[in-house]
């Protein structure tokens, strides 16, 4: 069982490429098997901060594949950004780098009625990042969509016309054009480019490695209560965020996985609308803000913070099957002398109780909390896990009890080597 999934637990933002980055050198291929650019996987090594939206975040190593499966939508403009960055910087992706035939192609227009969407939905807004993922999916849904195998075919062009026009439809009971002229001329240049890359049909490239014995490890964006079906929906992302993903975004069959890492905060965070029971909006919430510089990667947009939730935790544990938690930015809290874990909710007749409810309930929920002690202390200067202060060790004991998952690694501050296993 040669595959393991890393997926987030939370609402995104956990640090998954980071993990990706640390464990990347154990395995044989990182494959993204979700989401598109909408994600922003951020790796700190070298004194250098990068950030990732579609590529695999095992890119930096060189002796790895990079896969993006046919689970993710890809938008050729970004790719194209990215990957110049990464040229840049002195990475070679020409070898290891493959590309799905199969992945949805974001077109201008997709990203036009995302807007157009958004913006219609006023005060009910979802928090999209606008970047065109959900107009993409749907006409994956809807059988409509382009893929990144029809750039290969003579009538390409034709094709993209008629998405056009069928967008236009779409967007005319709006009272909206399309406005797409002025970004075509990239797209289209951003086209001929994906072509000078590895496309092919990546579930044989993935399974070919499986015969082989080869190790691969599934790279989920997002987090799990953003899953279109079990996360706060409708305030959810349009792609199966969870472990489950991994087999239909990749092609690669459930017998083959093995481990599944969860990754989570010491903390909560959201970015966009919908429900977040640990939600602080004072002054507690900011210095949470601002210590772990809780801004989107993609959007720049601020992040919502809150404490840890166990009932969200316990649930996206459950539906995952997680094996082992990996826990991020235990740095941030080092200023707090106590620090709050929520272990129920409160529901509006009373009771307690230790699951997630329907998420249209969830904003009725009021957090059951537990002090716990603070560490107050400057955890970026600890270089192994067996020096964590005593109340550092006794809030990994806690989640380990409530959550029955064994917490494999503690990360303390944003570098690779800031990450510790126990």
């Known amino acids: 069982m040669p595959v393991d999934v890393l997926i987030g637990l939370q609402w995104g933002d956990e640090g998954k490429g980071k993990i990706v980055d640390v464990l990347a050198p154990t395995y044989d291929a990182v494959a993204r098997f979700q989401g598109g650019p909408n994600a922003g996987h951020t790796l700190t090594f070298d004194g250098q901060k990068h950030v990732l939206h579609q590529v695999p975040s095992g890119i930096f190593h060189p002796h790895i594949l990079n896969v993006v499966g046919n689970g993710v939508v890809l938008d050729p403009v ?38 157009i969407s ?23 849904i809807g059988r409509v969509g382009l893929r990144v195998g029809h750039i290969l075919l003579p009538d390409f ?15 005319a009971p709006y009272g909206k054009a399309l406005e797409i002229e002025p970004f075509e001329a990239d797209f289209f240049a951003a086209v001929d480019f994906l072509r000078t890359l590895q496309l092919t049909d990546t579930e044989y490239l993935l399974n070919d490695l499986l015969t082989q014995g080869k190790r691969i490890l599934a790279e989920g964006a997002q987090g799990s209560m953003l899953d279109v079906d079990f996360g706060t929906y409708p305030y959810v992302t349009s792609s199966s965020t969870i472990a489950a993903g991994a087999c239909t975004g990749l092609g690669i069959a459930p017998r083959h996985i093995d481990k599944v890492y969860g990754i989570t905060k010491a903390y909560c965070t959201r970015v966009g609308g919908g429900p977040f029971p640990t939600e602080l909006t004072g002054e507690v919430g900011e210095q949470i803000r601002q210590a772990g510089r809780e801004f989107g990667s993609t959007t720049g947009r601020p992040r919502r913070t809150g404490w840890i939730d166990l009932p969200a935790l316990r649930y996206a544990i459950m539906l995952n099957g997680v094996t ?47 002090q716990l002690l603070g560490w107050y202390t400057d955890l970026t ?3 192994e896990a ?37």
């Not at 110049?84 to 949805?104: C, E, F, M, P, W």
């Not at 062009?157 to 967007?171: Q, T």
């Not at 709050?340 to 904003?363: K, S």
């Open 157 to 171: 062009e034709k094709r993209y016309r008629e998405a056009v026009a069928h967008h236009a439809s779409l967007a």
């Open 386 to 422: 067996a020096q964590f202060p005593k109340p550092l060790q006794d809030y990994l004991a806690f989640l380990e009890k409530e959550l029955q998952v064994p917490i494999t690694i503690v990360s303390v501050g944003p570098d690779r080597v800031s990450t510790l296993f126990r």
């Open 324 to 370: 082992e938690l990996h826990l991020m930015k235990a740095d941030v809290l080092d200023a707090f002398a106590e620090i709050e874990v929520c272990t129920h909710y409160r529901t509006l007749d009373g009771e307690e109780t230790p699951n997630l409810p329907d998420p249209g309930q969830l904003d009725q929920v009021t957090p059951v909390y537990q």
């Open 78 to 115: 970004v790719f194209r950004q990215e990957l110049q960055k990464l040229t840049d910087r002195g990475v070679d992706y020409a070898h290891n780098l493959y590309i799905s035939k199969k992945a949805q192609l974001i077109l201008p227009s997709h990203r036009a009625l995302d807007r």
């Open 118 to 140: 958004e913006e219609a939905r006023g005060n009910t807004k979802i928090g999209s990042t606008l970047k065109g993922i959900g107009p993409t999916y749907s006409d994956k």
């Open 381 to 383: 200067n600890v270089t």
